[in-house]
Nanobody, 126 residues
Framework: EVQLVESGGGLVQAGGSLSLSCAAS????????IGWFRQAPGKEREWVSS????????YDSHSGKGRFTISSDTAKNTVYLQMNSLKPEDTAVYYC???????????????????WGQGTQVTVSS
């Protein structure tokens, strides 16, 4: 059974940091890209960052560039999202998702991801 389990969310003041984790199981980790997405109340789910597990290449959206860092630990089948300099507009439920890798293409869209975690709430107070 495929499972993606996020953890590390919480309440933090603006300017603070949080580190999210996504523990994966039930599939061949190296064959996938892992993405982080977020969804704020009343808004569509948006892509934040993605990483190819096989070679570590990563891609960041404009919203997190320079503040968020994605990384992976293949020994632990876990992907992390380190979030620094958090802003109130970063408040959302954060999801990790897995997408099978076809060649060099790295999926960046919600619909391209096959498996999803249950999400973890991140709240940034002003």
């Amino acid at each position: 059974e495929v499972q993606l389990v996020e953890s590390g969310g919480g309440l933090v003041q603006a300017g603070g940091s949080l580190s999210l984790s996504c523990a994966a199981s039930g599939f061949t980790f190296d064959d996938y890209a892992i993405g982080w997405f977020r969804q704020a109340p009343g808004k569509e789910r948006e892509w934040v960052s993605s990483i190819r597990v096989d070679d570590g290449h990563f891609y960041d959206s404009h919203s997190g560039k320079g503040r968020f860092t994605i990384s992976s630990d293949t020994a632990k089948n876990t992907v992390y999202l380190q979030m620094n300099s958090l802003k109130p507009e970063d408040t959302a439920v954060y999801y990790c998702a897995a997408a099978y890798l076809w060649g060099d293409y790295v999926p960046l869209k919600v619909r391209e991801y096959d498996y999803w975690g249950q999400g973890t709430q991140v709240t940034v107070s002003s």
